[in-house]
């Protein structure tokens, strides 16, 4: 019994004395000896920032952006697998026009223009805006980073880039680009035996910003599937502005000078429905009637809400649809 009670007494020393020093060195840690050191968990909460150089300067944004809103970019941001939290209605429709309904499901509508207080409420930690934003750049940045990218100024691949750069996405950028010259390659492949080598197309839009207006197109905008990645030819009045101006999108003209910008085999035709009656005098005049591609009927009708946005996704679709109708 003596034995065991001295077992038990040695035992009970250790176990004291080990929590003794225990105390000590939780006494010793400058917390007062008991308040917990939360300097890590806040580092650790922070989110990581780095710098982005854009249109209105620098700006720290999140390196892993969980929230981001745009003004203008959603067919660039859903391209690089962004799911968004706030966007304008009328992109947001348009992902269903482009085949992603599943891709607008949770998107919130902050307007056009932006709706400050909508986007406030949506506690985003990126926003997207283009240039036409400028006037609310300093409230949109008080509300979360705010980077503003210009409008117009790049092609459609170069700003799918300008976007995945400040997002951190660049691989996704050229990984869409290479799917989606892969697939162009192929939709050469499959309307080569019906085009005749030196055919040319022309790309007419009727109506659209004002009234009366005739517009032929160039490389950008409507026509990027057909000249860019169809590499179908242009009419010689359509390649010589595109010569002269790598980023010529298109040219107004009057009626009497569509002959000299329209006279092709093939005429891609849009028309928007806020001038029907100077779209009937388009069409009902001699000068649209005795051009080649109406006379022979290959004249193909295109939409506004597909082919009039500009942006990875609708082009992707557009180029689609060029395919099928040059191949009926």
């Given at each position: 019994m003596k034995r065991a009670n001295k077992t038990w007494g040695f035992l009970t020393g250790v176990a004291l004395s080990s929590l003794l020093l225990l105390t000590a060195c939780g006494g010793a840690d400058g917390n007062g000896g008991g308040k917990p050191d939360t300097t890590a968990?806040?580092?650790?909460?922070?989110?990581?920032?780095?710098?982005?150089?854009?249109?209105?300067?620098?700006?720290?944004?999140?390196?892993?952006?969980?929230?981001?809103?745009?003004?203008?970019?959603?067919?660039?941001?859903?391209?690089l697998g962004v799911k968004l939290a706030g966007a304008p209605k009328?992109?947001?429709?348009?992902?269903?026009?482009?085949?992603?309904?599943?891709?607008?499901?949770?998107?919130?509508?902050?307007?056009?223009?932006?709706?400050?207080?909508?986007?406030?409420?949506?506690?985003?930690?990126?926003?997207?805006?283009?240039?036409?934003?400028?006037?609310?750049?300093?409230?949109?940045?008080?509300?979360?980073?705010?980077?503003?990218?210009?409008?117009?100024?790049?092609?459609?691949?170069?700003?799918?880039?300008?976007?995945?750069?400040v997002?951190?996405?660049?691989?996704?950028?050229?990984?869409?680009?290479?799917?989606?010259?892969?697939?162009?390659?192929?939709?050469?492949?499959?309307?080569?035996?019906?085009?005749?080598?030196?055919?040319?197309?022309?790309?007419?839009?009727?109506?659209?910003?004002?009234?009366?207006?005739?517009?032929?197109?160039?490389?950008?905008?409507?026509?990027?599937?057909?000249?860019?990645?169809?590499?179908?030819?242009?009419?010689?009045?359509?390649?010589?502005e595109m010569d002269k101006n790598a980023t010529f999108t298109s040219i107004q003209i009057s009626l009497e000078k569509l002959p000299d910008y329209a006279a092709a085999d093939r005429i891609f035709l849009l028309t928007f429905n806020n001038d029907p009656d100077y779209v009937k005098q388009v069409a009902d005049s001699q000068l649209w009637k005795n051009l080649p591609a109406v006379k022979n009927g290959r004249v193909y009708t295109i939409a506004e809400d597909l082919w009039f946005t500009y942006d990875p996704l609708s082009v992707d679709r557009q180029l689609d649809e060029a395919i099928a109708l040059l191949g009926k």
């Open positions: 968990q806040t580092k650790q909460a922070e989110p990581e920032m780095r710098t982005v150089t854009h249109w209105k300067g620098q700006t720290e944004v999140p390196v892993h952006p969980q929230k981001i809103v745009t003004s203008q970019y959603t067919g660039e941001l859903v391209a009328w992109q947001i429709d348009q992902l269903e026009i482009v085949g992603q309904k599943a891709e607008r499901q949770g998107i919130e509508d902050i307007g056009a223009p932006p709706n400050l207080e909508k986007i406030t409420g949506l506690s985003p930690d990126l926003i997207i805006g283009q240039n036409a934003q400028e006037k609310v750049y300093d409230s949109l940045s008080k509300i979360a980073p705010t980077v503003l990218v210009p409008w117009g100024d790049e092609n459609v691949y170069e700003r799918l880039r300008t976007i995945a750069k997002i951190g996405k660049e691989k996704q950028a050229d990984e869409w680009i290479a799917a989606h010259e892969a697939k162009a390659a192929e939709g050469r492949k499959k309307i080569a035996p019906l085009i005749g080598k030196d055919e040319t197309v022309a790309i007419v839009v009727v109506g659209g910003y004002e009234k009366g207006q005739l517009r032929v197109y160039g490389g950008r905008n409507v026509g990027h599937a057909l000249y860019n990645d169809l590499k179908l030819n242009p009419p010689p009045a359509i390649k010589a």
